[in-house]
C-alpha cells in the first residue's frame, strides 16, 4: 500500500482512478469525460512498462557481454553467435526492436554470423540494424558506417 496525495492506495487500478480524475479533461482523458476508457489506457500504459530489471539480471547480462567478447577475441564465432542470439533476444523483450542497445547487439550477433561463415543469416539481421542506424544514428556515424560496411559483406556472401 502507497500513498498519494494524503490518501492511502491499494493496487494501481486505484491509483489510476486517483490520477485520471486529477487530470481532467486533457490528452488522457476524453472531451466526453469518458473516465473507463481514460482509465483503461492508463491502466494499459503502466502495465505494458517494464519492470525495473532486477540487479541478478544487470550482472547476468554484463557476463553474457564479456563471454562474447571472449569468443570473439578467439576468433569462437560459433560460440559468439550463440552468446549473441541470447543478448539480443533478451534486450527485444527488455528494450524493445528499435532501441539502440538491441540494435547495437543486433550487429554484433550480424558479425558473429557473417564471421562464422552464414552470410544468409547475417544480411537480415544486419539490414535490419543499418535501417535502424541510419534513424538513430544518421548516415555519418561511425556505427552506421561499420554496419553498412558488414551488410554490404553479407549481401556479397562474403565472410570477414
Not at 494524503?6 to 490528452?27: E, H, M, N
Not at 550480424?110 to 552464414?118: N, P
Request: charged share 30%; glycine share 8%; hydrophobic share 35%.
Amino acid at each position: 500500500m502507497t500513498e498519494q496525495n494524503g490518501r492511502a492506495v491499494r493496487d494501481i487500478s486505484q491509483l489510476v482512478d486517483i490520477s485520471v480524475r486529477k487530470v481532467g479533461d486533457t490528452a488522457a482523458t476524453s472531451d466526453d469525460g469518458n473516465w473507463d476508457a481514460a482509465e483503461a489506457t492508463l491502466t494499459s500504459a503502466f502495465t505494458s512498462l517494464p519492470d525495473r530489471r532486477a540487479r541478478s539480471d544487470v550482472d547476468a547480462g554484463a557476463e553474457r557481454a564479456e563471454l562474447f567478447a571472449a569468443h570473439r577475441a578467439a576468433g569462437r564465432w560459433a560460440d559468439a553467435v550463440t552468446v549473441a542470439e541470447e543478448i539480443v533476444a533478451d534486450h527485444r523483450r527488455y528494450y524493445g526492436r528499435h532501441h539502440y542497445r538491441t540494435v547495437g547487439w543486433t550487429v554484433r550477433c550480424g558479425e558473429a554470423h557473417l564471421r562464422a561463415g552464414d552470410p544468409g543469416r547475417a544480411e537480415p539481421l544486419l539490414r535490419f540494424a543499418l535501417t535502424a542506424l541510419e534513424s538513430l544514428r544518421g548516415d555519418t556515424d561511425p556505427e552506421t558506417g561499420q554496419c553498412r560496411r558488414l551488410h554490404g559483406a553479407a549481401l556479397r556472401g562474403v565472410s570477414q
